[in-house]
T-cell receptor, first 115, second 112 residues
């Protein structure tokens, strides 16, 4: 069984500061890991994903995440926050089971950016 | 360039009424999913389908039904609406062998 824990339902940063959103997962097999972003009244869009290969993955809008198997983590970072980054962020894990991929989502972290 | 399309975007239902949330995708994806999103709870899987004619329950299927007669369409049916079904519903799809899911814009449902 797979699960995702996002630490902190809200993260508040100043514009220009480092963004760090935490995600830990559990999976019985090598997982696929994702970060999605949701802007107000919109659907989810993919920020970045880890499938295989390089453990540091880069996504859109300057975000990146590092897969650390030993820590079962996939934290999302951005060196310098922008006002437009304010949104809800979801970490998700998907493992192959019987030929199917069924994504499981964390509870989400709301990123607040102060001027 | 439509992707995953959900209709309607908003709906208010009275307790006991029924409705169907429509979802269609034009990417020829064989996997489709229905999630509900409640504040602070993330997304919970209601039902999913791995291809036409095949559906299976997710984490929170009670009170819902689905069908998958074509690759493109995956409607979600609420037979007897209850206030607990007030939520935002998202449909998503993905292609076999690729775990990335593509989402629709959501349907905001209120049951009063």
């Amino acid at each position: 069984a797979q699960s995702v824990t996002q630490l902190g339902s809200h993260v508040s940063v100043s514009e220009g500061a480092l963004v760090l959103l935490r995600c830990n997962y559990s999976s019985s097999v090598p997982p696929y890991l994702f970060w999605y972003v949701q802007y107000p009244n919109q659907g989810l869009q993919l920020l970045l994903k880890y499938t295989t290969g390089a453990t540091l993955v880069k996504g859109i809008n300057g975000f990146e995440a590092e897969f650390k198997k030993s820590e079962t983590s996939f934290h999302l970072t951005k060196p310098s926050a922008h006002m437009s980054d304010a949104a809800e962020y979801f970490c998700a894990v998907s493992e192959r089971s019987g030929g199917s991929y069924i994504p499981t989502f964390g509870r989400g972290t709301s990123l607040i950016v102060h001027p | 360039n439509a992707g995953v399309t959900q209709t309607p975007k908003f709906r208010i239902l009275k307790i006991g009424q029924s409705m169907t949330l429509q979802c269609t995708q034009d990417m020829n994806h064989n996997y489709m999913y229905w999630y509900r999103q409640d504040p602070g709870m993330g997304l919970k899987l209601i039902y999913y389908s791995v291809g036409a004619g095949i559906t299976d329950k997710g984490e929170v299927p009670n009170g819902y039904n689905v069908s998958r007669s074509t690759t493109e369409d995956f409607p979600l049916r609420l037979e007897l609406a209850a206030p607990s079904q007030t939520s935002v519903y998202f449909c998503a799809s993905s292609y076999q062998g690729n775990p990335e899911a593509f989402f629709g814009q959501g349907t905001r449902l209120t049951v009063v």
